[in-house]
T-cell receptor, first 114, second 115 residues
Framework: AQTVTQSQPEMSVQEAETVTLSCTYD???????LFWYKQPPSRQMILVIR??????QNATENRFSVNFQKAAKSFSLKISDSQLGDAAMYFC???????????FGSGTKLNVKP | SAVISQKPSRDICQRGTSLTIQCQVD?????MFWYRQQPGQSLTLIAT?????????ESGFVIDKFPISRPNLTFSTLTVSNMSPEDSSIYLC????????????FGEGSWLTVV
């Protein structure tokens, strides 16, 4: 069964510093996608970054980057130069290639201190 | 990316009543999904709705409680029937879109409180 685990319910970071959110997953599939979504208080789920499992290169999107370790089934999100607007719930998600289902982790609440 | 609009954004509902949530997408999409997010929880998939076929429900969710319509490629509705306080949740519509169809986008959610 596919599961996604986020072991950090809440984290804090100082503005302008770097923070890493952890995510592990369990799957027997070889072809899949991993995602990080951000949910601010407005409730809108916003795609932060996506990683295809067949790609060895880690995805980056401006200040956001991932550390994808396929053998370890680990998919962490690094946020550099943290900004106040980064404060939100962050959900790690997994989907097999045909996207019939998404599996979400329990979320990590990120606080950004000025 | 796809732009997804949900209505209502927020509502307070009486126990025993039903409410229909609408989801409108600005482009044609094959797969639409409905999720529930209970307070402080993660997202749980309710069902997948493809145009022209019956929705596929996940374990723990049934059509009588959560009937879904998908009349065309840009629109879907989810009805929460005979509501109880346990149904108080955010309900999110999402669609498969993007290049190669390999990304899921979400609406802004509908926050229902049942009293």
């Amino acid at each position: 069964a596919q599961t996604v685990t986020q072991s950090q319910p809440e984290m804090s970071v100082q503005e302008a510093e770097t923070v890493t959110l952890s995510c592990t997953y369990d799957t027997s599939e070889s072809d899949y996608y991993l995602f990080w979504y951000k949910q601010p208080p407005s409730r809108q789920m916003i795609l932060v970054i996506r990683q295809e499992a067949y790609k060895q290169q880690n995805a980056t999107e401006n200040r956001f980057s991932v550390n994808f370790q396929k053998a370890a089934k680990s998919f962490s999100l690094k946020i550099s130069d943290s900004q106040l607007g980064d404060a939100a719930m962050y959900f790690c998600a997994y989907s097999i290639y045909n996207f019939n289902k998404f599996y979400f982790g329990s979320g990590t609440k990120l606080n950004v201190k000025p | 990316s796809a732009v997804i609009s949900q209505k209502p954004s927020r509502d307070i509902c009486q126990r025993g009543t039903s409410l229909t949530i609408q989801c409108q997408v600005d482009s044609q999409v094959t797969m639409m999904f409905w999720y529930r997010q209970q307070p402080g929880q993660s997202l749980t998939l309710i069902a997948t709705a493809n145009q022209g076929s019956e929705a596929t429900y996940e374990s723990g969710f049934v059509i009588d409680k959560f009937p879904i319509s998908r009349p065309n490629l840009t629109f879907s509705t989810l009805t929460v029937s005979n509501m109880s306080p346990e149904d108080s949740s955010i309900y999110l519509c999402s669609v498969q879109s993007g290049r190669s169809g390999n990304t899921i986008y979400f609406g802004e959610g509908s926050w229902l409180t049942v009293v």
